[in-house]
């Protein structure tokens, strides 16, 4: 049985694996183009060929259109009948063809279906095929390839250098160049009217616009050195600016307006002095007219020349704002240098108008007579006593007549210009110097002032130098007090008499606030209110040592200390009262080399990693934080200055920690990066070592434990183990395969959650399974809430002055950058955005009620400075909703 | 006192992951790796029950606990507590399925299954990270 069933499998095999010819045979063949023999030889059943049968030949073409309609095929020899068919034109196909012989009555038909088929190919035809594919380069397909692949590297290169860099093709460059041909085309038929129109332009020409050049705000100067064709840079610029300003920090609008002050004074009383010069010289000539003509004159043409003169004397109730009267102008010089200098031309100017008025009423009473004369006499004399005091413009400073008096007072505003220049030069170039250059120089300038101080009771501050010749800080101090001399002359020079002048300054020593106060009147005792605030960093603790009469108390509404005190000084008399303060403003040479070694060592672990690009940056932004916190501290030669580079470096160590924080933020993210715990990097080293002894401890405690169980309770043979386990029954099948499909759809749901809910709104990439921490590890910026500095305010006899501009405290600028507090009614996080749009980038969100620092605003939307890395990207501002946020 | 020590092995497991991680940082691999000789350990020397859920359950709850404990320090970094529960979530199903896979292998105890069983398992564990990753 077994033995057919082989026998039977192997012929079921044999059959289906043979060929096609095993089954029969296949049609004939004829090629396409050539001619087809169709017959068949007949014999009789003695296989005797029959000879005169008539066969006839029907067929179909492959469409089944007949193809051979009863042709005849007749006999050719020995019983072989056959029809000659020629294929030429005829399509590849089957064609179903019969032969059909009548013999004796007998019909025999026999299926001659033929195929015409593709010539079979010949070696000789492929060979010829193949040289003729090959062609003349006598190239087989692989080399064909080759040199197709090596063509098309080259035609790539070539498209690729064609397309350069800008990777165009031709027609993006073709449409390229059709726009800057349109370009050039409009811009070259404007060009032809360019300069008319320019120049006929009404408001924009050329003047107007070198000067909207010139005004614009945000223009920079192109250098010191402008013929040396640099442009400056910002820092350049600032530290011109500095320089500039020089010691007193004062721009040049305060210096100039300071110096026109004064100048603008001396000028103002010199118009004045030259207009009552004139004034007098004409009311002179008039009166020596009359007196002249006295004999020829009538009563009516004495009067009338009288009233002119009346008229230019003026009344003694004139001011010197009431008009332009003798009087009135006499008034100005008195209310300018007080009664001293200019009371006599006042007095002979009203013994002037008395002597008018007594002619007057001579003239009305008894006509021409004798006393009449005799009051006309004393009215020139006394005119004339008047222009005598006057003097000519031509006078001297030592000539004593006002005009020599406007010549001392202006030699006296050059005398003390030169020596204010002078000091702050020397402050300036504080370093160059040695300390027996400046003690000269000092002395020098010292001797200067002293020749034209025009203030009592200061012979403390001129005599200092003589008793500090090799104690710089003493010296520095005398230069401080010597410029605040000079200032308080100018302003003495500048403002109206017998006004009390208070003048502040800082000294060195820890960091002293003095101030001069003085009594310029001769005969008035005056109360001076003094009141200022000290800088905002100085505490009640850091008050050293403050003068009698000076009280500091804490002002809430300032937030800062106020020093105040009333003072009754005599005539002439002058005070100067101080407050010594601990030095605060100084940021220490061991906090700089220690937030450098913090930005080195977090740097050290960047080397090598992706974040070595940042990490430079980062490091190299501190490195100039730092060394210009060091610069400017070092280039502070001042008090003043000093505050100032105090306040600029905290600034600059804010933004110093920020980068620290940056570093840290890409180190731990590199650690994050590399382990499951790396985050463990960033956090406090206490954490580190903590996680260490936990670990030590777990695995003492597991090993005791383990080591009791395996010596209190007998260890269960290993098959008694696996048995509780792999007893399955269906219903703990069933349960564990239900347990299985609660887990699956519980991940399921848990990553749709976390998908919509916390990574498609911010982008957190997580890998929690692996424990594995997220890239980016947003940290709030810190934030400094710096309370602006009040203004420092004087009080002067009850009327509350500005010392400062709004912006100085005792020549120290209190600007400070603008607060947005976050917040938000409903929400507790709020999106910062990489652009002001609302389908920008989140790059880290905030809590309500952190304090950022606005940087700049645009719609809606405020930029704050924030840091925070996404995506590899150190972001050190943002973007928020202007809705979102108060103080903005 | 074997609940406990199955428990407190759970708990340390993650321990020994940080170590093996710092020398290859596949975490998928390693973590299924240490949680397979865990497992098998335990299975042959501890009584631990009758309940192969009730293990992994275990298991599974001890490795999250010790993880979110890391983890905790970005959720306070990041402001986002609702991260903590959808994590606790995610990751305690995962782990309690790739233990309840290494478990059913290890039980066979044919080598043929415990291959397949921690292949698996870490298959899963790899389709979790990268998918949550995206």
């Known amino acids: 049985m077994f033995k057919r069933a082989v026998f039977a499998l192997f012929l079921l095999l044999f059959a289906v694996l043979s060929p096609a010819q095993v089954w029969g045979s296949s049609y004939q063949k004829c090629a396409v183009n050539s001619s087809c023999v169709l017959g068949e030889f007949l014999y009789d059943d003695s296989y005797v060929p029959i000879t005169n049968a008539v066969c006839t030949i029907n067929g179909r073409d492959p469409d089944n259109a007949v193809f051979l309609n009863n042709q005849n095929a007749p006999h050719v020899n020995d019983g072989w009948y056959a029809k000659t068919v020629s294929t030429t034109g005829l399509s590849v196909g089957i064609y179903p063809t019969k032969l059909c012989c009548v013999t004796g009555g007998q019909t025999l038909c026999i299926d001659k279906t033929f195929s015409i088929d593709e010539p079979d190919l010949t070696q000789s035809s492929v060979d010829n095929a193949v040289t003729s594919i090959k062609g003349g380069a006598n190239l087989d397909i692989t080399q064909v390839a080759t040199s197709v692949a090596m063509v098309q590297t080259s035609v790539n290169n070539a498209v690729t250098s064609i397309k350069g860099a800008s990777n165009k093709d031709l027609s993006e460059v073709s449409t390229d160049v059709g726009g800057v041909k349109t370009t050039v085309d409009s811009i070259s038929s404007a060009m032809g009217t360019l300069v008319a129109d320019i120049w006929s332009n009404s408001t924009n020409s050329f003047n107007t616009l070198v000067n909207s050049i010139w005004t614009n705000p945000t223009r920079e100067l192109t250098s010191a050195n402008i013929t040396g064709g640099q442009i400056a840079t910002a820092s350049g610029v600032a530290s011109a600016v500095t320089s500039i300003k020089g010691a007193s920090n004062k721009d040049l609008s305060e210096v100039s307006g300071q110096v026109a002050g004064v100048q603008t004074s001396v000028d103002s009383m010199s118009v004045v002095v030259n207009n009552l010069s004139l004034q007098v010289s004409t009311v002179s000539a008039k009166a020596d007219t009359l007196l002249g003509k006295w004999g020829t004159y009538s009563i009516a043409d004495i009067v009338s020349g009288l009233s002119t003169i009346t008229n230019n004397i003026g009344n003694i109730g004139d001011t010197c704002l009431s008009g332009n009267t003798i009087m009135a102008r006499s008034q100005c010089l008195i209310d300018k240098w007080g009664s001293q200098t200019a009371g006599s031309v006042y007095s002979a100017a009203v013994n002037a108008q008395s002597a008018a008025e007594s002619l007057r009423t001579e003239l009305d009473y008894n006509g021409k007579s004798t006393t009449a004369y005799q009051d006309i006499q004393t009215l020139n004399t006394n005119l004339n006593l008047v222009s005598g005091l006057l003097g000519s413009s031509s006078d001297s400073a030592l000539t004593a007549t006002i005009f020599g008096r406007i010549k001392k007072v202006e030699d006296n505003v050059e005398s003390l210009n030169t020596s204010g220049t002078g000091l702050t030069n020397l402050l300036a170039k504080w370093g160059d110097y040695s300390a027996a250059d400046i003690f000269d120089k000092v002395k020098d300038l010292s001797s200067q002032i002293s020749a034209v101080n025009t203030v009592d009771n200061v012979s403390a501050i001129l005599n200092k130098v003589d008793t500090s010749a090799n104690d710089l800080e003493q010296l520095k101090n005398t230069v401080l007090s010597l410029k605040a001399l000079v200032s308080v002359n100018q302003q003495l020079l500048e403002k109206t008499a017998n006004k009390p002048i208070v003048q502040s300054w800082l000294e060195e020593g820890s960091i002293i606030f003095k101030n001069l106060i003085t009594n310029p009147s001769t005969t008035t005792r005056q109360s001076v209110s003094l009141k200022f605030y000290l800088p905002r960093e100085a505490t009640q603790k850091d008050i050293m040592v403050v003068d009698p009469g000076l009280s500091v108390v804490y002002d809430p509404s300032q937030d800062a200390l106020e020093v105040s005190g009333e003072f009754d000084l005599d005539p002439k008399e002058t005070k100067i009262v101080s407050v010594e303060v601990t030095d605060v403003w100084k940021i220490e040479d061991s906090e700089i080399n220690a937030l450098k070694n913090q930005e080195t060592e977090l740097f050290e672990p960047l080397k090598g990693t992706a974040y070595f690009a940042q990490g430079t940056t980062l490091k190299s932004d501190i490195e100039v934080s730092l060394e210009k916190i060091s610069r400017l501290q070092r280039d502070a030669k001042t008090p003043e200055a000093r505050i100032l580079a105090y306040r600029e470096g905290e600034a600059e160590l804010t933004k110093v920690n920020g980068e620290i924080n940056d570093l840290k933020t890409l180190v731990t993210s590199l650690s994050s990066n590399k382990s499951m715990f790396g985050f463990v990097g960033g956090s406090q080293l206490l954490s580190v070592w903590g996680m260490v002894m936990v670990m030590v401890a777990g695995f003492v405690f597991l090993g005791l434990l383990i080591k009791k169980v395996s010596s209190t309770k007998e260890k269960p043979t290993e098959m008694a183990v696996f048995d509780k386990l792999t007893v399955a029954t269906s219903k703990k099948l069933s349960a564990e395969i239900l347990a299985v499909v609660v887990l699956l759809v519980v991940m399921a749901v848990g990553m749709v959650g976390y998908y919509f809910l916390i990574r498609k709104d911010d982008g957190i990439s997580d890998k929690a399974g692996s424990l594995v921490v997220p890239t980016e590890t947003p940290i709030p910026s810190p934030t400094a809430t710096i309370i602006p500095t009040p203004t420092p305010t004087i009080m002067v006899e009850q009327k509350e002055i500005n010392l400062n501009s709004p912006k100085q405290v005792l020549g120290i600028s209190t600007d400070e950058p603008t607060k947005s507090v976050v917040t938000a009614s409903e929400i507790t996080i709020i999106n910062v955005r990489s652009k002001p749009s609302l389908t920008a980038s989140i790059i880290m969100k905030v809590k309500v009620g952190v304090v950022l620092q606005k940087v700049s605003e645009r719609g809606d939307w405020i930029e704050v400075k924030i840091s925070a890395l996404k995506e590899g990207i150190l972001y050190k501002t943002g973007w928020i909703n202007k809705s979102l946020l108060i103080g903005s | ?134």
């Open chain 2, 1 to 134: 006192m074997e609940g406990a020590l199955i428990f407190i092995s759970g708990l340390f497991l993650p321990m020994f992951c940080y170590l093996a991680e710092q020398v290859v940082p596949k975490p998928e691999v390693v973590e299924e790796i240490f949680k397979f000789i865990l497992v098998y350990f335990l299975v042959k020397f501890i009584d631990h029950g009758k309940s192969r859920i009730g293990l992994a359950l275990k298991l599974g709850a001890s490795f999250v606990i010790t993880e979110t404990l890391f983890y905790f320090v970005n959720f306070y970094l990041l402001g986002r507590p609702e991260i903590v529960v959808i994590r606790i979530l995610v990751t305690l199903s995962l782990h309690v399925l790739t233990y309840l896979i290494l478990i059913n292998g290890i039980i066979s105890r044919k080598t043929i299954y415990y291959l397949i069983s921690l292949s698996f398992a870490i298959v899963c564990h790899f389709l979790f990270n990268y998918f949550l990753r995206g």
